[in-house]
């Protein structure tokens, strides 16, 4: 039996023709093993519009800072003790629009408050507003939309006329009219609202999602099978149509909190003794000459917020179109 030889023996004996041929060995044996080429996952499997919105997420820098910020907001909505330990509604008119001094770095507001507690803690309720919400209206719409969209007929002719009807209200008369018949001054009459007036949005969306889903092959295959309704809703079209969704959903976040801040600007959103931004802002308006500091570091915080979160949805609307890769 003749010796094993080495790579470089066996190229120098065939010859270019053999070293073509070794190549051509070793390509085949790389495609074997696992990672294959760009767009297949381990080996070499097809890789999912879920995993390669993720892949690209990973790689943008405007995902990474937007996630950042908000994470960070999450975090001291939940903990605001981490970074504020102050009482927000602690008030002493001695100290009543004085600026910053050690210990108080954002000044007070017209009652004596420590502006940078109250800023720290107005963090939880607009991302409990913007957050539930957007669930709520994510939710309702897409169940609504999605069935019209997928069983057409009258139910679709219904929902069409029903979300006409709720487009032609403007967000702020309405809000206006609604809540200024509420007490409560927590936030859920604000969520309440923005759920009446936000889902006909995400019901266009899912709707025109599903009926372009449901024309797909899978989904023709998956009915000749004699595939039930439900499964083909939850188990082939949802997965393919809930990615518009979750685009709008994530970009609208950012436009509820900031919704909420001028339902409670106008006065008829949430009501002291509650702790918001846009109660701060209210308050301060009329002190913008002496006092700017009052009013610019809420709505400075409102606006990083609502700019964190439209970007954290501008990244999440490229990874999910495909056309825009």
């Not at 696992?34 to 767009?39: I, R, T």
């Not at 599903?210 to 083909?232: C, E, F, P």
């Not at 509650?274 to 009329?286: L, M, T």
């Amino acid at each position: 039996m003749p010796e094993p030889q080495s790579p470089d023996e066996a190229i120098s004996q065939a010859g270019a023709g053999g070293a073509t041929d070794l190549a051509m060995a070793e390509g085949t044996n790389l495609e074997k093993t696992p990672g294959g080429p760009e767009g297949t996952g381990p080996a070499g499997r097809p890789r999912s519009l879920w995993s390669d919105a993720w892949r690209d997420l990973r790689r943008n820098p405007v995902f990474i800072v937007s996630a950042l910020v908000i994470l960070f907001l999450v975090v001291i909505a939940i903990w605001p003790s981490l970074i504020a330990g102050g009482d927000p509604l602690q008030a002493d008119l001695d100290d009543a629009q004085k600026g910053s001094e050690p210990g108080h770095p954002f000044g007070f507001d017209p009652q004596g408050r420590d502006v940078y507690t109250r800023v720290v803690y107005g963090t939880r309720t607009s991302v409990t507003v913007g957050v539930c919400a957007t669930l709520g209206v994510a939710l309702l719409g897409s169940v609504l939309g999605g069935l019209a969209g997928f069983f057409g007929g009258w139910w679709d002719s219904i929902l069409s006329r029903v979300t006409d009807v709720f487009f032609g209200i403007p967000v702020i008369l309405g809000g206006l009219v609604f809540l200024s018949v509420v007490t409560s001054s927590t936030v859920w009459p604000v969520v309440g609202f923005i759920v009446l007036l936000g889902w006909p949005q995400i019901a266009r969306i899912a709707r025109g999602s599903v009926i372009t889903a449901k024309q797909n092959d899978y989904v023709q295959a998956a009915r000749a099978l004699g595939a039930s309704n439900s499964r083909m809703l939850l188990r082939h079209i949802t997965p393919n149509a809930i990615a518009p969704v979750i685009v709008v959903a994530t970009i609208a976040l950012g436009t509820y909190i900031s919704l909420e801040a001028t339902l409670s600007f106008l006065g008829v959103g949430l009501k002291d003794p509650a702790v918001s931004w846009g109660i701060d802002i209210s308050a301060a308006s009329d002190y913008i000459r002496n006092a700017p500091h009052m009013l610019l570091w809420p709505a400075g915080a409102l606006a990083i917020t609502v700019l964190a979160f439209i970007m954290l949805g501008d990244a999440v609307r490229d990874a999910l179109d495909p056309k825009l890769r």
